[in-house]
């Protein structure tokens, strides 16, 4: 584990597994030279994110890719963590260029260029599947967040991307089930650790909720400068407030009109009023208070 400026560069321990292995087996230049394409996608998340004014924590490097762990601070619409998820892939874009030139002007063999330029090519195009947590998941997740509220975002996103894994592992073992072949080994370990994560991810939906209520303040001071309109929420008196909270959608402010049985606004509540009742709430009741 290394540090410098205050990100943490770390190996999981089975990466130095990983690196173990191919020792032995023969293909150590091989996997470095993956790993090391990893490391500079992983840097061009790291980068972007500094650049929009996130927190980059830590750079891991795992098994079968890498991670940059980002701290928005409330700082980041979807528009800037989708330029964040696209980083990563338009790197490996600029590598294919450099080793496309470079073998055009150089002679002799070419082997380990065209490797290069197929190693990026596989990271950047896995990378751009519409499965959590990989690149284009997220942007998927962040295109979602601009139509629909943010919880559901989060629930059906993550569903899909747990059904997509399934299908990855039940692909990668199908020709046994077919008594066809021999296991897909890298298929099933990709879909074994996506299914994983997102399993993990999808029972933290709460608290990644929790998050993103606790960001809504820098949400109204960027909306305020803006002199943008609320989006309205209508509500019954007797509704609880976590219902009207999953109703908030990201990059849009909220104005709660509380509405009688006749049909006449009784009060115009603003979201960090909800928002502030609700956690003062939630230690007695789990958050399930009623607007007022």
Not at 3 to 32: A, Q
Not at 248 to 274: C, S, T, W
Request: positive net charge; proline residues 5%; contains cysteine.
């Amino acid at each position: 584990m290394i540090n410098v400026r205050g990100v943490t560069l770390s190996l999981h321990p089975l990466f130095v597994l990983v690196m173990l292995t191919s020792v032995l087996t023969g293909h150590f230049i091989e996997i470095m030279t993956l790993f090391t394409l990893v490391f500079i996608h992983e840097l061009g998340h790291a980068t972007a994110a500094t650049l929009l004014g996130a927190r980059v924590l830590t750079i891991q490097m795992l098994p079968f890719g890498g991670v940059a762990v980002i701290d928005d601070q409330g700082k980041l619409n979807v528009w800037k963590e989708i330029v964040i998820a696209l980083a990563g892939p338009l790197q490996n874009g600029i590598m294919i260029v450099i080793l496309l030139l470079l073998r055009n002007v150089s002679g002799g063999e070419h082997e380990y260029i065209n490797y290069m330029i197929q190693g990026n090519a596989v990271i950047a195009l896995f990378n751009l599947l519409p499965i959590l947590p990989l690149d284009g998941g997220k942007i998927m997740q962040a295109l979602m967040s601009l139509s629909i509220p943010y919880h559901r975002t989060l629930v059906w996103t993550f569903r899909a991307s747990i059904m997509t894994s399934l299908l990855f592992c039940i692909y990668g073992i199908s020709p046994l089930l077919r008594q066809s072949g021999p296991v897909h080994l890298n298929l099933l370990a990709v879909g074994i650790f996506l299914l994983y994560s997102n399993i993990v991810d999808y029972r933290n939906i709460p608290y990644r909720f929790i998050r993103f209520l606790l960001g809504r303040d820098e949400l109204f001071y960027r909306e305020a400068a803006k002199g943008s309109i609320a989006l309205p929420i209508v509500s019954l008196p007797m509704k609880h407030l976590e219902p009207v909270l999953r109703l908030f959608k990201r990059d849009r402010y909220h104005m709660v009109y509380v509405m009688n049985e006749q049909g006449r606004i009784v009060a115009v509540l603003p979201e960090q009023r909800l928002i502030r009742s609700y956690f003062a709430a939630r230690p007695s009741d789990g958050g399930k208070s009623k607007p007022k």
